[in-house]
């Protein structure tokens, strides 16, 4: 009885972990879109120099925020179905508080106005690059250390290496961009938020594949039922 319960909470878990990632998937699919198209769309802003952030601005920069909160909400989903679907020895709430974190800096970076060149700076010019460079430092690091946790469940070791590895390119690229001043600014930020967004992308066509947890527990044991292998 107890492994038919067991079964079938295994199964809860798989389905849920699936749904998590494809919401994810369609998050960070909407972002990737917004982000793309308005590179095309704002014939004046010249794509190697201008930041992401003056795209915010001016025409189809509602697009663009909408698709800051798509990749907030796909940080928050992603987290949090890694935190359920690795076993209890390897999880760890670190990797989702700190998604989480930089899911509520990218959501002040898509309603607070940059700075401007020749233009005064304002406190919520201010507010906007902390919570960007927040957002950057918090999701390289929580890539790092959900890499990390994939070593201590067999199930997933396997993916360690090459997720460690793009989070390490990543979190280095990001203080790369912010020490390296006389690189093309448009240039360089976004192939920093395309090295982020492949770790994302592939972290969650993993989770979809593969998104069950290891083990439940039983509503009617209390107790932590064995777990299944694939």
Not at 185 to 192: E, M, S, Y
Request: proline share 3%; aromatic share 10%; with cysteine.
């Amino acid at each position: 009885m107890s492994r038919d319960i067991g079964a079938a909470c295994i199964s809860d878990h798989d389905r849920s972990g699936r749904m998590l990632a494809t919401a994810a998937l369609v998050g960070l699919g909407v972002f990737v879109l917004a982000g793309v198209a308005v590179q095309f769309l704002r014939a004046d802003l010249d794509w190697l120099h201008a930041p992401m952030s003056f795209y915010l601005l001016g025409p189809y920069g509602v697009w663009l925020q909408i698709a800051y909160f798509a990749l907030a909400g796909t940080l928050v989903l992603l987290g949090t179905g890694y935190y359920r679907a690795l076993s209890l020895q390897a999880r760890s709430g670190a990797p989702l508080l700190l998604f989480a974190v930089a899911a509520v800096a990218l959501c002040v970076t898509a309603i607070a106005d940059s700075n401007l060149p020749r233009r005064e700076p304002t406190l919520q010019g201010w507010m906007h690059g902390v919570a960007a460079q927040t957002a950057f430092l918090c999701v390289t690091t929580a890539m790092l250390l959900q890499s990390w946790r994939l070593r201590g469940d067999a199930r997933w070791r396997r993916r360690f290496a090459l997720a460690f590895a793009l989070a390490a390119i990543a979190f280095i690229a990001v203080w790369v961009l912010a020490f390296w001043r006389d690189a093309p600014r448009g240039l360089a930020q976004k192939t920093v938020v395309a090295l982020i967004v492949g770790w994302l992308a592939l972290a969650t066509v993993w989770l979809r594949r593969h998104g069950s947890a290891t083990g439940c527990v039983s509503a009617g044991e209390g107790a932590l039922l064995p777990p299944t292998r694939s």
